[in-house]
């Protein structure tokens, strides 16, 4: 199976005004988001990245812009399962007053109870985004190969949810995962089982590029020896 990259968007406009974007229109990046765009091309300079999925969302399609400019003949999609959580009633306002809402406790300790007031659970967040990557991971694997690597560029709760999901973490696990704007997670698809190969990563990634060597499905006893 595949090895997904799965890409946070850019800092953007919402993330520096301290609000809870979700899907409100209008929400860019802003110049430190743009700057880490640009930069986002050579960083995975070393990939051999075969599709690139994004969210429906203008922040999202702006930090793959820049890849895609480098890269004129990669593919790219929107997958409307990628987008950002519907947090309905939250969104737009201010993390600031939402912390005193009794919910947020919900959403903090017990995210697999938690439903947004005119929105979505996070239980439905989290299922149809790991059902788009199932989807993905098949359809990359049968146009490209089993050893293949594409992008997927999201928001950080689909991301947390597609990690706990990759390591058999309940969602009520998923707020111990960290991914900050424009921070790169991998995770390796095997038949058996997904491997996470990298989190909220932001340095070098020519060693998730296919390697010679078979694939194996067996976790690596010790830790492992690392990239060559």
Known sequence: MPTLILVRHGRSTANTAGLLAGRTPGVALDERGTAQAAALPGRLAALPISEVVTSPLER??????PLL???????????????????????????AELKDEPLMEVVQAHPSAAAF???????????????????????????????????V?????IIKSLVADALGLHLDLF???SV????VTAI?????????????????????????????????????????
């Not at 900050?180 to 921070?183: D, G, I, N, R």
């Open 117 to 151: 007031p005119g929105g979505e659970s996070m239980r439905a967040m989290q299922t149809r985004a790991a059902e788009a990557v199932r989807e993905w991971n098949a359809r990359v694997a049968d146009e490209h190969g089993a050893d293949a690597v594409y992008l």
């Open 60 to 65: 999202c399609r702006d930090t793959v812009r």
């Open 180 to 183: 900050e704007p424009c921070s």
């Open 153 to 157: 560029c999201s928001h950080g709760d």
């Open 175 to 177: 707020q111990r995962i």
């Open 188 to 228: 390796r698809y095997t038949r058996l089982r997904p491997f996470l190969v990298r989190l909220g990563d932001t340095g070098d990634f020519a060693a998730l590029a296919p390697r010679e060597e078979a694939p194996t499905t067996d976790a690596a006893v010790g830790g492992g020896a690392g990239a060559p």
């Open 69 to 95: 400019d480098t890269r004129p003949g990669l593919r790219s999609h929107v997958d409307e399962r990628l987008n950002e959580c519907d947090y309905g009633d939250w969104s737009g306002r201010k993390l």
